[in-house]
């Protein structure tokens, strides 16, 4: 079925981002979709609403988590945005916990939640999970929606590669080359990982993004580990969807279709 026959007998395909107000969530939204623009806010109603008004109610702590992001690079998509449940207060995690289950129980295909992103970013000095990440996948039963975890900036590690490097007496120039292989290594050992094999809730997957913020940056693996995690084939279509300009990705479902 054409991509946009799809979309209008079924829908866009709706994620909730979560994560810290650092974590690079923006950025990464902007590459998925190819553009440097803002998205457009819209409420529960499908009225846009007003930056300066959005800004105002931020400002506040006020903070509406049924806010659909839409940018019209690529309007296949709606973002949610948890704004605010990086504190990990109990109010703002039992929003997120009611926003998924109500989503979840959605008779109509088009107003379910369809996937969820919880960024971390690697940059932060101790990289340590914070006491709303523990308590999300601790506490957080999301049923047949899929979590994927974006551990974001994930060059920050490099940096840390090319110091143990340097101290083993490499020169410059080889641990510059060999620090991100090295990190890309050394990670799946790492406690991050460790942490999340050991939760209740574990996540579906995880992806490693690095440099985001660069033009030619590639966010192909978090498309396709994202298409990974969908055992409905029309959900698949429908995120499939939203990736005309990858001719990649849509050939290969194509094909296993």
Same mark, same amino acid.
């Given at each position: 079925?054409d991509?946009?026959?799809?979309?209008?007998?079924?829908?866009?395909?709706?994620?909730?981002?979560?994560g810290?107000?650092?974590?690079?969530?923006?950025?990464i939204?902007q590459?998925?979709?190819?553009?440097?623009?803002?998205p457009?806010?819209y409420?529960?109603?499908?009225?846009?609403?007003?930056?300066e008004?959005?800004?105002?109610?931020?400002? @506040?702590? %006020?903070?509406d988590?049924?806010? /659909?992001?839409?940018?019209?690079?690529n $309007?296949?998509?709606? &973002?949610?945005?948890?704004?605010?449940?990086?504190?990990?207060?109990?109010?703002?995690f039992?929003?997120?916990?009611a926003?998924?289950?109500?989503?979840?129980?959605?008779?109509?295909?088009?107003?379910?939640?369809?996937?969820?992103?919880?960024?971390i970013?690697?940059?932060e000095?101790?990289?340590?999970?914070?006491?709303?990440?523990?308590?999300?996948?601790?506490?957080?039963?999301?049923?047949?929606?899929?979590?994927?975890?974006l551990f974001?900036?994930?060059?920050?590690?490099?940096?840390?590669?090319?110091t143990?490097?340097r101290?083993?007496?490499?020169?410059?120039?080889?641990? @510059?080359? %060999?620090a991100?292989?090295?990190? /890309?290594?050394?990670f799946?050992?790492? $406690?991050?990982?460790? &942490?999340?094999?050991e939760?209740?809730?574990?996540?579906?997957?995880?992806?490693?993004?690095?440099?985001?913020e660069k033009?030619?940056?590639?966010?192909?693996?978090?498309?396709?580990?994202?298409?990974?995690t969908?055992?409905?084939?029309?959900?698949?279509?429908?995120?499939?969807?939203?990736?005309q300009?990858n001719?990649?990705?849509?050939?290969?479902?194509a094909?296993?279709?």
């Amino acid at each position: 079925m054409d991509p946009s026959r799809i979309r209008e007998k079924i829908g866009r395909f709706r994620i909730l981002v979560i994560g810290r107000a650092n974590a690079g969530k923006t950025t990464i939204l902007q590459r998925v979709c190819n553009t440097r623009d803002n998205p457009k806010i819209y409420n529960s109603d499908g009225e846009r609403i007003d930056v300066e008004v959005l800004t105002a109610s931020r400002e @506040r702590g %006020l903070h509406d988590i049924e806010n /659909e992001m839409v940018f019209e690079s690529n $309007p296949g998509f709606i &973002f949610h945005d948890s704004r605010g449940f990086e504190a990990g207060g109990t109010s703002e995690f039992e929003q997120v916990k009611a926003f998924i289950s109500r989503r979840s129980k959605e008779d109509r295909i088009k107003n379910q939640l369809h996937a969820i992103w919880y960024c971390i970013p690697m940059d932060e000095a101790c990289r340590s999970f914070t006491a709303a990440e523990k308590k999300f996948f601790s506490e957080c039963d999301t049923g047949s929606i899929p979590v994927i975890v974006l551990f974001t900036k994930f060059d920050a590690l490099y940096d840390v590669e090319f110091t143990k490097l340097r101290a083993e007496g490499r020169s410059r120039k080889d641990a @510059r080359e %060999l620090a991100p292989k090295q990190a /890309e290594e050394s990670f799946p050992n790492g $406690p991050q990982l460790k &942490f999340l094999k050991e939760v209740r809730w574990p996540p579906k997957c995880h992806v490693c993004l690095s440099n985001m913020e660069k033009d030619d940056a590639d966010c192909r693996i978090l498309i396709e580990r994202t298409a990974g995690t969908l055992d409905n084939e029309v959900l698949q279509q429908i995120f499939v969807s939203t990736q005309q300009t990858n001719l990649e990705i849509c050939m290969k479902y194509a094909v296993e279709r």
